[in-house]
């Protein structure tokens, strides 16, 4: 099994170009999760799904926006993208709720110039 | 709203030294708590987790036990290997929903040098 695969590994992107980051799980998860991780600090939750057709923003969701058409595919939108969303991107995938391991992806490395 | 707090780092220890990693949590309710390791470049990986309170998580001679009253889940390794050189970070899940919404600490350095 592939797990979570992410694309692309590194993208640099120019101040008010927009891109999609891409997210896919082949382990049949209802759960999946964006996070950013800035330099030296955690991850922060941007925006999650608990099946296809189901999303709801997380702690720092503003400039973001997803879609959830199909189980495997979790896709990140960036609009008009700011110096600020240079980070590295994460998806994650689980089984179910609060019990369970969140698997995840190699991640995005984003840097907005 | 939920909060993770990490001991800072970086840490550095000689191999075959103690480990022990700190982290307390403010939460309502019953968060399930994990342990997640992360190594350079690459995601983050499960390295153990509890569900409830005086539950003991352990995998690859690490361990941590979640205790309720202190808030606290501390990550202990008796004897550290160069191979365990990695960013360990605290999370918990928010106990009022049922959707996995975690919330991790900022991470805590560690270098085991031979």
């Known amino acids: 099994n592939a797990g979570v695969t992410q694309t692309p590994k590194f993208r640099i992107l120019k101040i008010g170009q927009s891109m999609t980051l891409q997210c896919t799980q082949d382990?049949?998860?209802?759960?999946m999760y964006w996070y950013r991780q800035d330099p030296g600090m955690g991850l922060k939750l941007i925006y999650y799904?608990?099946?296809?057709?189901?999303?709801d923003k997380g702690e720092v969701p503003n400039g973001y926006n997803v879609s959830r058409s199909t189980t495997e595919d979790f896709p990140l939108r960036l609009e008009l993208a700011a110096p600020s969303q240079t980070s590295v991107y994460f998806c994650?995938?689980?089984?179910?709720?609060?019990?369970?391991?969140?698997?995840f992806g190699p991640g995005t490395r984003l840097l907005v110039l | 709203g939920d909060s993770v707090t990490q001991m800072e780092g970086p840490v550095t220890l000689s191999e075959e030294a103690f480990l022990t990693i700190n982290c307390t949590y403010t939460?309502?309710?019953?968060?399930?708590l994990f342990w997640y390791v992360q190594y350079p470049g690459e995601g983050l990986q499960l390295l153990l987790k509890?569900?409830?309170?005086?539950d003991k998580g352990s995998n690859k001679g690490f361990e941590a036990t979640y205790r309720k009253e202190t808030t606290s889940f501390h990550l202990e390794k008796g004897s550290v290997q160069v191979s365990d050189s990695a960013v360990y970070f605290c999370?918990?899940?928010?106990?009022?929903?049922?959707?996995?919404?975690?919330?991790f600490g900022d991470g805590t350095t560690l270098t085991v040098k031979p």
């Open positions: 382990m049949n998860h209802n759960y």
């Open positions: 939460a309502t309710g019953y968060p399930s």
């Open positions: 999370a918990l899940s928010d106990p009022n929903t049922n959707a996995g919404k975690s919330t």
């Open positions: 994650a995938s689980s089984y179910g709720g609060n019990q369970e391991t969140q698997y």
């Open positions: 799904s608990v099946g296809a057709g189901i999303t």
């Open positions: 509890a569900t409830k309170a005086d």
